[in-house]
């Protein structure tokens, strides 16, 4: 077989690895860690939470939040207060209410006149609306003033109940479960990583040197968004910021185990370790940086998105990859070269030493497949088909509050209070902004829509007026939605007016809608640049149609298994609309990675000894360590469970089972089945292809036939 020699490596693989230059790598990102520590630390305060940083630009939600400056500030949202006595109030909580509501007036971020108390008309309820001014912080600052509103309502009549509701207490208890987003997810991730690494490795020290690399990763990445945010650059919310932990870590960790495992390989045929890693980065490094590529290529898809905050997710994760890629392209091998073969201890891979994958598990899983590869891939076709049809039961058409949490917060259990006794859109009407001299002619046309339940006067300035709608429905039900497009079409009818409606139900409105165009925008989009990025990798047409036949079958039955979990197994009541948009963008993006360590290896064989023994040959060498990164990226992705937010533990899930599906099905059954029924086919129109028959001519094939390995020493011996 040909040999490479030392001097086909190329100058970029050598650099990290070389006995002097690995010194020059650590210097460097030991400067840039200590560079990025302060700012990484500071990224929690340039987060941008208000609304206009997740709405879509163009909503009518959004315009209403911009222009009502006029009459308000942009950060006031009305906390609602309701008090209950179900035996009926009395004299003594009439007074007790009033009393509280001129303390909540005292109240730094009340800047205007509380409204209330509100006697309901059954007697047992009372309403209060605080505007509460949030300032630049956004909702993080909510969370004091709910904290102060509470405080101040103890002082009260036994017996009678009291909750913060409203715009206010749901941003608050919202603010209270992504707190400390950052930590419990850096930790968590990490616990998975350590535990999954000391499985994979069996060494007490292994271990340290991808976590480490994975950490420098993260820091280095938090650090270059702070600036970009604090500039202005880009825009980044505790959404994007918790993803980017998660994703960092995992893929990090991924690129780490690929390389990692190809050191091993190296070294058992290598006696000088710098040696063995310049050919480990000469081999492995392609498809690890297709592999980053990728992710990076399908993450800036997300820059065509509608949603303001799926749009500032794109770059922020992009960045995350890049740098990720970067740590572990030259401090990881850096790092291992320092280290020597001691740190595999107690397995160390002694230069000439064998290597067990051509007779482990993966190797016998190639043998059984190479006995029936059409029936193979028939069947599992078949089977993930069939999961895919779960799918009919995901509900992705967005979640009411009431279904957003673990458990029941405050401020849920007060909308539930506030529905029995007042109208159910009570302290979040509809926000309509009219030209002043049609004013009088919207608010009439609003009285006259079904599904209202009250409509204020107009208080006009600078030429316009806002008019406050109130619905019979909640806020976030079915009903409310359909009086806001009904108010739409009603308030767009007025001559001159140029009405626009927003409010909290209006912005829930454009939302759901702004996330079902993304899915039908992004998802061919980033399907069109993998196929071109693998295009260009495997040179050619067949293999990357396949791959990505493949991972649309991973992605349904995925998204379709997960619906029935949702469901059956986790009682949750339906899925965020944001949904199959970012389960398809990290399977696809991330979940591609599988694929393409696995087509780059087996295209390598090829080359050699033919596509169908490059087949086998491929899954015995990567199928462990391909197992191992999806064992981690699923573990990283399954931490955003622990948060007690409903939309991001459906995330965790569907893209913790799409991962393990990818793994230990598709790309392990499905692809490798592919390969050896397809076998030169899969190049085709490449070289390769013609090469191929004639490969297959020259290796003894008989015994493969009969779905056993080849005889004689070497038969599965990876090409080098």
Not at 272 to 278: G, I, K, T, Y
Request: hydrophobic fraction near 50%; glycine fraction near 10%; proline fraction near 5%.
């Amino acid at each position: 077989m040909a040999q490479t020699q030392i001097g086909d490596v190329g100058r970029l693989a050598r650099f990290p690895s070389s006995r002097l230059t690995k010194w020059f790598v650590l210097g460097f990102w030991l400067l840039v860690l200590a560079a990025s520590f302060g700012p990484a630390g500071k990224l929690q305060g340039v987060l941008n939470n208000e609304a206009v940083a997740w709405l879509p630009a163009n909503a009518q939600s959004t315009q209403v939040v911009k222009q009502i400056e006029a009459f308000q500030s942009k950060n006031e949202f009305p906390g609602v207060i309701v008090y209950e006595r179900p035996s009926g109030l009395t004299p003594a909580d009439f007074r007790a209410v009033t009393a509280q509501v001129a303390k909540f007036n005292t109240l730094a971020p009340v800047r205007k006149a509380s409204v209330g108390p509100i006697p309901s008309q059954d007697g047992k309820a009372l309403q209060v609306i605080v505007p509460v001014d949030a300032g630049n912080a956004g909702w993080n600052s909510l969370s004091a003033t709910v904290k102060d509103l509470r405080t101040i309502a103890k002082d009260r009549p036994a017996g009678l109940s009291m909750q913060v509701t409203g715009p206010v207490g749901l941003a608050a208890d919202s603010s209270a479960a992504f707190s400390g987003i950052d930590g419990k997810l850096l930790y968590s991730a990490m616990t998975v990583v350590i535990i999954i690494l000391l499985l994979t490795y069996r060494s007490p020290v292994l271990w340290l040197i991808p976590v480490v690399s994975a950490g420098t990763a993260l820091f280095v990445a938090q650090g270059v968004i702070y600036f970009l945010a604090k500039g202005d650059t880009l825009t980044v919310n505790a959404q994007s910021s918790g993803i980017l932990t998660v994703i960092v870590f995992g893929a990090g960790t991924d690129y780490a185990l690929l390389l990692v495992a190809r050191y091993r390989e190296e070294l058992r045929r290598h006696e000088d370790r710098h040696e063995a890693m310049a050919f480990a980065l000469h081999r492995a490094g392609p498809a690890i940086f297709a592999s980053g590529a990728t992710v990076i290529a399908g993450m800036l898809c997300l820059l065509v998105a509608t949603m303001s905050s799926t749009k500032g997710l794109g770059p922020v994760a992009a960045i995350g990859i890049a740098v990720g890629l970067l740590v572990m392209l030259t401090l990881l091998p850096a790092l291992l070269v320092v280290c020597g073969r001691w740190i595999f201890w107690p397995v160390r891979p002694s230069y000439g030493s064998a290597d067990h994958t051509r007779d482990g598990v993966w190797a016998r899983m190639g043998s059984r497949i190479a006995r029936a590869p059409r029936r193979t891939w028939v069947v599992t076709t078949l089977l993930l088909a069939v999961a895919s049809l779960g799918i009919l039961q995901l509900n992705a058409v967005g979640l009411q509050n009431k279904d957003s949490y673990y458990g029941t917060p405050e401020s849920v259990v007060g909308e539930q209070v506030l529905a029995r006794h007042f109208p159910a859109g009570a302290g979040s009407p509809v926000l309509v902004l009219a030209n002043a001299a049609q004013a009088s002619s919207v608010k009439a046309t609003l009285q006259r829509v079904d599904g209202v339940a009250s409509v204020t006067g107009p208080v006009t300035k600078g030429g316009r007026s806002l008019i406050q709608a109130t619905l019979t429905g909640a806020p976030d039900s079915d009903a409310a939605t359909r009086s806001i497009d009904r108010i739409r079409s009603a308030i767009a009818a007025v001559p001159g007016a140029h009405a626009i409606a927003g409010g909290d139900t209006a912005t829930r409105v454009d939302t759901i809608r702004a996330s079902a165009d993304d899915n039908v925008r992004i998802i061919p989009l980033i399907l069109g640049v993998v196929l071109l990025i693998l295009v260009l990798l495997l040179r050619a047409i067949t293999a990357p149609l396949v791959l990505i036949g493949t991972v649309v079958l991973s992605y349904g039955a995925a998204l379709g298994l997960s619906a029935l979990v949702f469901r059956h197994v986790l009682g949750f009541a339906g899925a965020d609309s944001s949904l199959p948009l970012f389960v398809f963008v990290f399977l696809v993006a991330l979940g591609i990675d599988y694929n393409i360590f696995l087509m780059t290896r087996v295209h390598e064989e090829a080359k050699e000894i033919g596509t169908r023994r490059g087949a086998l040959v491929g899954l015995a060498a990567t199928g462990g360590v391909i197992t191992s990164a999806g064992l981690v990226l699923a573990g990283t992705f399954a931490v955003l469970g622990t948060l007690p937010v409903v939309a991001f533990a459906e995330i965790g899930v569907a893209v913790a089972l799409g991962v393990l599906l990818d793994t230990l099905v598709v790309r392990s059954v499905l692809v490798t089945a592919l390969n050896l029924e397809l076998r030169g086919r899969m190049w085709w129109p490449g070289a390769l292809a013609a090469r191929d028959a004639l490969l297959e001519t020259a290796t003894p094939t008989g015994a493969e036939e009969a779905g056993e390995e080849p005889a004689g020493e070497g038969a599965l011996e990876p090409a080098h």
